[in-house]
């Protein structure tokens, strides 16, 4: 089985490399140019040098991706470089004799990821810049653009927890199904396949699921539904039931996973929920603790009393324990999942306290199946390659070249009536694992 090679053209791989990160460094580099006179008046005189190196750094590395340079070993200080340089190390085992893997050379979401780290490299190396988030302007910028597509889902979610209490079994799973799907479609709102561009949701995120149903590809909610209503039936009232959220993209995307997360809780679905994101910017629209934080914030100030009520409610759960935020070096390596359990021990520990896993979006699912070229109707569990902390599920839009578990002939009859449904956004797939 194959890893997606970004040096096969024409490949979406190829095309990710060759267009899309440079556009997505040029915008990076513009990014640090108009907040030039933000830095000076932070920093004084230091702030601007920081700046014209970070631009340099960066237009240096810009140029050896564009001209297909040998991957260099990271040399700043933090404590992801050990592994870093060994998988580089490990990419350069796999080459004959004196090959060097270079960035169109070597596996795409190695690459990928290895830009996003050179990035960050580039500002760790630059004090007193070295913390600013150069995909923050954006991904505000996002948020601000699906506002009312938020008020939308927060008065929803205020207007239905008044009588939660009374719903009966069926009706609890019609709105967990719900959630589950709006939280699955907020998933097309991500800033690295639009290249940074707006790709914020503008439509009622609730009006539309009846239309978009039939573009769940691998519908497994049932199986989720079945899991959850069990183990709060069977539970005691010490004990727990915990769903962790590993989350993808800040904004509209990140909404919909607190609002998911809300509803599970007040639900008495679950006890508590574990959220899981990036200790530093990360594809352009993945969510730091920063943005979380900010997120939160920006709600409960809003002007909208629905939206402050879900912010002050969520504070709230923060504070109690129920809601808890974590971050860990593991989600921006690149490594695959299966290698969690060597590679980060104490994070694969953690994950198997849960009772459901939900992996959000489109890089956790090449994570979760190792972005290999599998036949489409391999099945999920076999893709995880014994990745099994708990039992998980993907909630993910199409934006890559892998996908697995499908019936026979359900991918194939896309392949000449729609080339580029893999990599559109368009289709979604609910997948679950249960066994362990
Ligand atoms: O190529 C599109 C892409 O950059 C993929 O590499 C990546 O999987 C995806 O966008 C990010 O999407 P998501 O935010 O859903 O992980
Ligand atoms: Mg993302």
Not at 52 to 76: A, G, M, Y
Not at 309 to 325: A, D, P, T
Request: charged share 25%; hydrophobic share 35%; proline share 4%.
């Amino acid at each position: 089985m194959y890893y997606f090679d970004s040096f096969l053209v024409r490949s979406f791989a190829y095309f990710t490399i060759k267009d899309r990160l440079p556009q997505i460094l040029t915008r990076v580099i513009d990014t640090l140019h108009r907040h030039k006179n933000e830095f000076f008046e932070e920093h004084g005189e230091k702030g601007i040098e920081a700046e014209k190196n970070t631009i340099s750094i960066l237009s240096k590395l810009r140029n050896e991706l564009q001209t297909d340079k040998p991957l260099v070993p990271l040399d700043d200080k933090l404590p992801d470089v050990p592994l870093w340089n060994q998988y580089l190390e490990y990419q350069q085992n796999l080459l004959d004799g004196n090959e060097q893997p270079s960035w169109f050379q070597s596996p795409w979401l190695y690459v990928e990821c290895y830009m996003y780290r050179r990035i960050h490299e580039a500002l760790v190396h630059n004090p007193p810049i070295d913390d600013y988030d150069v995909f923050k302007e954006a991904k505000i910028e996002s948020f601000f653009e699906s506002q009312q597509a938020i008020i939308a889902l927060c008065t929803y979610l205020q207007e239905h927890l008044k009588n939660i209490e009374d719903l009966d079994e069926k009706q609890l799973q019609e709105e967990l199904f719900k959630l589950l799907q709006v939280s699955l479609w907020g998933n097309k709102c991500d800033l690295s396949i639009s290249a940074g561009e707006d790709n914020s949701q503008k439509a009622s995120p609730l009006k539309s699921l009846d239309n978009l149903k039939t573009l769940i590809l691998v519908d497994d909610m049932e199986s989720i539904w079945s899991l959850l209503i069990n183990s709060k039936k069977r539970r005691t009232s010490i004990e727990v039931t915990r769903v962790d959220i590993v989350l993808d993209n800040a904004g509209y995307e990140l909404i919909t996973d607190l609002i998911l997360a809300d509803f599970l809780l007040s639900s008495k679905l679950v006890t508590e929920i574990h959220f899981h994101g990036k200790c530093i910017p990360w594809y352009v629209s993945d969510t730091t603790k920063q943005d979380f934080n900010w997120t939160i914030k920006q709600l409960q100030s809003a002007n909208n009393r629905w939206m402050s009520r879900c912010g002050m409610n969520w504070e709230g759960s923060i504070k109690k324990g129920v809601l808890v935020y974590h971050d860990h070096i593991f989600w921006t390596l690149p490594h695959e999942f299966c290698s969690m359990a060597q590679v980060a021990t104490d994070l694969y520990t953690e994950l198997q306290k849960s009772h459901l896993i939900i992996f959000k979006g489109d890089l956790n699912y090449r994570k979760l199946t190792g972005d290999r070229k599998w036949e489409f109707t391999v099945p999920f569990h076999q893709a995880l390659n014994k990745f099994h902390p708990a039992p998980l599920c993907s909630l993910r839009t199409l934006k890559s070249d892998v996908q697995v578990g499908l019936k026979p002939g359900q991918g194939e009859q896309f392949v000449t009536s729609e080339p580029d449904w893999m990599i559109c956004g368009k289709y979604g797939v609910v997948q679950f694992d249960a066994s362990l």
